[in-house]
T-cell receptor, first 110, second 111 residues
Framework: GQQVQQSPASLVLQEGENAELQCNFS?????LQWFYQRPGGSLVSLLS???GTKHTGRLTSTTVTKERRGSLHISSSQITDSGTYLC????????????FGHGTILRVHP | EAAVTQSPRNKVAVTGGKVTLSCNQT?????MYWYRQDTGHGLRLIHY???????EKGDIPDGYKASRPSQENFSLILELATPSQTSVYFC??????????FGPGTRLLVL
């Protein structure tokens, strides 16, 4: 079945540093969606894009569908960015089904 | 912003008992999804639905049934709960090709 690999598994930053999270998937995807999750919390959608680059605030998502990879760039990290970042790929447009990676745990220290 | 609610938020069940998890969405999305999240496995899709009256098997449907009686409501049913079904369950809604919105989750403990 489809697989989604995220790296790194965990990342520790000083406040103000930038982060680059990677996502690789094993089969053709129609889009990637990035989510944020606090410990014990629900998933919050950050960005969703089929290909190319998309920005919101300090977040930039880049998807290269034909190379089966994507990334999430977080600029000028803040302590409140700490949590788990999940990448999910949609293998087809019709069903809306998502296959998730295991996530990257980000800790931002002052 | 899509609103997805789940009930109960926490549930303790006994092995062999029946458990029903409920989900309600108010954004008129056609598609709804049930996932479970476990350490080491991430989120996995159990069942999903394209609309009222429709249910489809996801990647791990064994031991679960689903019911979509209306556009707004989607239930996950464990007819005979087992300890291996202890998990956090998330419901989500969203139209095909669009962002999915998640509910707050239900923590289920099967003793």
């Amino acid at each position: 079945g489809q697989q989604v690999q995220q790296s790194p598994a965990s990342l520790v930053l000083q406040e103000g540093e930038n982060a680059e999270l990677q996502c690789n998937f094993s089969s053709t995807a129609t889009r990637l969606q990035w989510f944020y999750q606090r410990p014990g919390g629900s998933l919050v959608s950050l960005l969703s894009n089929p290909s190319g680059t998309k920005h919101t605030g300090r977040l930039t998502s880049t998807t290269v569908t034909k190379e089966r990879r994507g990334s999430l760039h977080i600029s000028s990290s803040q302590i409140t960015d700490s949590g788990t970042y999940l990448c999910a790929m949609a293998p087809g447009a019709n069903t809306g089904k998502l296959t998730f990676g295991h996530g990257t745990i980000l800790r931002v220290h002052p | 912003e899509a609103a997805v609610t789940q009930s109960p938020r926490n549930k303790v069940a006994v092995t062999g008992g029946k458990v029903t998890l409920s989900c309600n969405q108010t954004n008129n999305h056609n598609n709804m999804y049930w996932y479970r999240q476990d350490t080491g496995h991430g989120l996995r899709l159990i069942h999903y639905s394209y609309g009222a009256g429709s249910t489809e098997k996801g990647d791990i449907p064994d031991g679960y049934k689903a019911s979509r009686p209306s556009q707004e409501n989607f239930s996950l049913i464990l007819e005979l709960a087992t300890p291996s079904q202890t998990s956090v369950y998330f419901c989500a809604s969203g139209d095909a090709g669009a962002t999915q919105y998640f509910g707050p989750g239900t923590r289920l403990l099967v003793l």
